[in-house]
């Protein structure tokens, strides 16, 4: 969703995973049918309730008080962060992948900014068609608006490929929410499940959220395409996830 249009994103393919074989017998296969058609509608549900969550929090004059707020907070429990990129070695920044917030998601680019003023290397998301793009900011320049439908602003730059993730050290994800079980639920395309799936095992990834959007282990369905997160980062610190 493009929370500054409100317009919906359209659930698609790419974020379950299918039911293969034929264990148990045909009524298996039904049942394993039923769940997996099933799981689009109930995030989807989801998503619409948490949305409706968030601006009902965070939109209007106190909403945006209140986000500038738990923005400065979180850029303080961003300071581990800090601290590792300043501690890098010379010639070797910390490289990040970042994103833009729309107008009701965590601010993270009060962080991010001094991420950048700390050596780091920031990456932030384009669209181009069915995986992100990656473009490079020097921690200055302006976003542009993005030519991808629910996308926030991108910086006005090269694209390095989708590739480009692969080589960073650090992923800051946007989420709708998380849980402590480590399941993240995005806003339904799907990117950032491709591009997770495309880390190394030692990438870190922390999940940037409000407080009130970590949610209780097993709060949020999980199909077979949806990467499972270690980290959430919020105003209120960073929280560890239990993962399987």
Not at 101 to 121: I, S
Not at 216 to 223: E, I, M, Q, S, V
Request: aromatic share 4%.
């Amino acid at each position: 969703m493009d929370e500054a249009t409100g317009q919906e994103l359209p659930e698609t393919a790419h974020d379950d995973g299918d039911v293969r074989g034929n264990v148990g017998g045909d009524d298996a296969v039904h049942r394993g049918g039923a769940a997996r058609d099933a799981l689009p509608a109930q995030k989807q549900e989801l998503r619409i309730r948490l949305r409706a969550e968030r601006r009902a929090r965070y939109s209007g004059t106190e909403g945006a008080a209140r986000r500038a707020a738990e923005a400065t907070a979180l850029r303080t429990a961003g300071d581990p962060l800090i601290e590792r990129s300043r501690e890098r070695p010379t010639g070797a920044p910390l490289r990040v992948a970042a994103f833009h917030p729309t107008p009701t998601e965590a601010d993270v680019l009060p962080l991010v900014r001094a991420l950048a003023e700390h050596g780091a290397e920031l990456l932030f998301p384009a669209a181009a068609g069915e995986e992100l793009d990656w473009i490079r900011w020097d921690g200055r320049s302006d976003f542009v608006p993005s030519p991808g439908r629910g996308f926030g602003r991108e910086p006005d730059g090269e694209r390095l490929g989708p590739e480009a993730v692969e080589s960073v050290d650090l992923v800051l994800a946007p989420a709708l929410a998380v849980d402590l079980s480590g399941t993240r639920i995005g806003h339904g395309g799907g990117y950032y499940d491709r591009a997770l799936s495309r880390l190394p095992v030692t990438t870190e990834v922390l999940v940037v959220v409000h407080p009130h959007e970590v949610l209780p282990a097993g709060a949020l369905p999980r199909g077979p395409r949806d990467v499972p997160v270690a980290t959430a980062l919020t105003a209120e610190g960073s929280v560890c996830l239990t993962t399987p």
